[in-house]
């Protein structure tokens, strides 16, 4: 039996009939803009707009605030099919994780205020937590956010400097994690939205030089004294920060955990192709034994992972995913994904190495998958926790 690569668990005719919409609009829209993104360092506001238009951003987000009142499967459709296509520009993921800290967390008129634009694709969303000396550890941020006032309004000034930003460049909506009191550790944090339309004291940084995910804007941010209103503090109470962050994990690994896979299965796809058309000693690649059985090691890393991460997608709907499952989801995801994209690198040979094919751009985006989102030594050690 030939391995079905968009075979899902969680599948339906919906899902597979927006499934096809959404490779259509990516083969048609977003597979031809690539190169030009790559070069630029970021995808442009209108690829979000158009996104948003069509229906694609925020698909899980409530119709009452503009969503399409979908669930995570919709996202998981977008993101799988981006990824096996090799697509690493437009940071959708991101853009979703900030409309459910919104969501999840925000007052009832922070999130009529801010999520259909997010949805629309108007705001491009952002969160900055790493700052320069602060990454895994982000008890250690240094960034603050003190209580002041404008012209006799109250609110909080924001000084401080972030890095490794996804989205940073496009970000019209940034949330900020920011300590709110000198109480050490996870009480002292807040998160704080900051739109960064004509936002005095905000100023991007570099374009981040990183050596895969060309298209996508990965920036450093500036805070200089930044004053937010008393309503842009995210929930309306001091010192939820860290919660906040810690309750919406699952959501956020189970995507990397997601697009691993469908960054493997894309590989496969074209490594299949490839080895059953190049010539060697006579004979396609893939009558070589050596090839065959890689192929087999790949495709059985699939089949298992399958099981596995659609299973993860099905708690995550049914609202029963744990961090630690979702945390191994993440872990395993994103070592297979180097070592697959590895191997199927190598079967290619030299043309493996150039970047216009899209197994070597697969190949350099792989390589963040175990870094961000919490690197593979902070999941083993949230997954040695709950043992
Ligand atoms: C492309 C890209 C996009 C990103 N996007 C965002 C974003 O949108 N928002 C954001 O806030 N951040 C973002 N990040 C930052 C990312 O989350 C951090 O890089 C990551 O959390 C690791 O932090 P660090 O780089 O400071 O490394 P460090 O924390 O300094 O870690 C260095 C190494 O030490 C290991 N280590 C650290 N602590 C432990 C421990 N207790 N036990 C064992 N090993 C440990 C780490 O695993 C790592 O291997 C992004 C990063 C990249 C590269």
Known sequence: MALDLLKRAWSDPDLAAYRDAAARFIEAEMLPQDEAARHRGHVGHALW??????????????????????????????????????????????????AHYLLNHGTEAQKARWLPRMVSGQLVGAIAMTEPGAGSDLQAIRTRAERGERGGEPGYRINGSKTFITNGFLAGLVLVVARTSA????????????????????????????????????????????????????????GQGFYQLMSDLPYERLIIGVLALAAMEGAYAQTLAYVQERQA????????????????????????????????????????????TASMAKLWASEAQGRVIDDCLQMFGGYGYMNEYPIARMFSDAR????????????????????
């Open 49 to 98: 707009r158009r996104c948003g238009e069509l229906g694609f951003l925020c698909a899980d987000i409530p119709e009452q605030y503009g969503g399409a009142g979908g669930d995570f499967r919709h996202e998981a459709v977008f993101y799988e099919e981006m990824a096996r296509r090799a697509l690493t520009g437009l940071g959708a993921s991101v853009h979703t994780i900030v």
């Open 183 to 238: 109480t050490p550790g996870a009480k002292g944090t807040s998160i704080l939205v900051v739109e960064t339309d004509a936002c005095a004291g905000f100023r991007v940084g570099r374009v981040l030089d990183k050596i895969g995910m060309k298209a996508q804007d990965t920036s450093e941010l500036f805070f200089d004294d930044v004053f937010v209103p008393e309503d842009h503090l995210l929930g309306g109470r001091e």
């Open 368 to 387: 963040v998958q175990r870094i961000y989102g919490g690197a593979s030594e902070i999941m083993k050690e949230v997954i040695a926790r709950s043992l």
């Open 281 to 324: 000693f006579g004979a396609p690649l893939a009558a070589l034994q050596h090839t065959r059985f890689k192929l087999a090691e790949v495709a059985t890393t699939l089949r298992v992972g399958r099981s596995f991460i659609d299973d993860c997608v099905q708690q995550l709907v049914a609202g029963t995913l744990d961090t630690a």
